[in-house]
């Protein structure tokens, strides 16, 4: 299993915007719908942000949202709070054989 | 409340094995597919297996294939993960994670537990 591609890192002032790709292929990413991120703050256990692609939990705000176009699924953060300064990784559903894939995380600075 | 507490990280030579548990509570545990997910210490999330509600489908990641085996004890509200011929690059924090959609699930992990550590080394 090949793990999706994100940038190591991005940052962004508060206030601004900045969003996060996550590259897979027609195999994962392309074939279904079922991408879901994940924000993990140093020494905390991740939580879930995104999921089905776009849609938000309960709870989590509505400054983060997502979006896919072909194989690439898209994190966006509006707003942005020194809080959101974490790691964030991509997550989908690649089919029976592979089953579960994650991206190697995006380290977000909040400058 | 829902609450994953995982337990059964120890350190361990190459080659060894270890079970690790995961009790669950404040949910239907009977109704959610549960995975485990790794983290190498530094490294990301890997995810590592499944199984779906009624524990009739299991799933794993190719790089433990063959070598772990995941169960769960619907009477008990546990999850476990025995892990033999372990190897160096086992190393990391064993999270168990529940799906947030019932039976089939989305794939898409609502709760996480804090994690058990396993080393292997010699």
């Known amino acids: 299993q090949s793990a999706l591609t994100q940038p190591a890192s991005v940052s962004g002032s508060p206030g601004q915007s900045i969003t996060i790709s996550c590259t897979g292929t027609s195999s994962d990413v392309g074939s279904y719908n079922l991408v879901s991120w994940y924000q993990q703050h140093p020494g905390k256990a991740p939580k879930l942000m995104i999921y089905?692609?776009?849609k938000r939990p309960s709870g989590v705000s509505n400054r983060f949202s997502g979006s896919k176009s072909g194989n690439t699924a898209s994190l966006t953060i509006s707003g942005l709070q020194a809080e959101d300064e974490a790691d964030y990784y991509c997550?989908?559903?690649?089919?029976?054989?592979?089953?579960?894939?994650f991206g190697g995380g995006t380290k977000l600075t909040v400058l | 409340e829902v609450q994953l507490v995982e337990s059964g990280g120890v350190v361990v030579q190459p080659g060894g094995s270890l079970r690790l548990s995961c009790a669950a509570s404040g949910f239907t545990f009977d109704d959610y597919t549960m995975h485990w997910v790794r983290q190498a210490p530094g490294k990301g999330l890997e995810w590592v297996s499944l199984i779906s509600w009624d524990g009739g489908s299991t799933y794993y990641a190719d790089s433990v294939k063959g070598r772990f085996t995941i169960s769960r004890d619907n009477s008990k509200n546990s999850l476990y993960l025995q892990m033999n011929s372990l190897r160096t690059e086992d190393t990391a924090l064993y999270y168990c994670a529940k799906d947030l959609v019932v039976h089939l699930g989305v794939y898409a992990f609502d709760y996480w537990g804090q994690g058990t550590l396993v080393t292997v080394s010699s």
């Open positions: 089905e692609g776009s």
């Open positions: 997550c989908s559903y690649a089919g029976s054989s592979t089953t579960v894939v």
